[in-house]
């Protein structure tokens, strides 16, 4: 009995997973678009400097460079654990 119950339950559909999954690459690449090409090894090097003294997730780091007429901001992100 439990092994009919198994095959006639509602299987959860895929598609709106795949679709949201989807749309956060999509919108990780859009966002990268524009930014200079040492962009991602910058990014490794600072979140291998932190990770020296603090121990920190990859999602805890967020970095962004922003431009305006002829100066770049660089901004840097940090949560940190709590000791």
Do not use: W
Not at 21 to 42: D, F, N, T
Not at 62 to 74: G, K, N
């Amino acid at each position: 009995m439990k092994l009919l119950d198994f095959l006639k339950r509602e299987r959860k559909q895929s598609a709106p997973v795949a679709k949201e999954r989807l749309q956060i690459i999509v919108a990780h690449q859009r966002s990268q678009q524009g930014q200079p090409e040492y962009m991602p090894k910058l990014e490794r090097e600072l979140v291998e400097v932190i990770r020296r003294y603090v121990d920190v997730d990859d999602d805890a780091v967020q970095i962004s460079m922003d431009s305006e007429d002829s100066c770049s901001v660089l901004e840097l992100n940090v949560t940190l654990p709590r000791e």
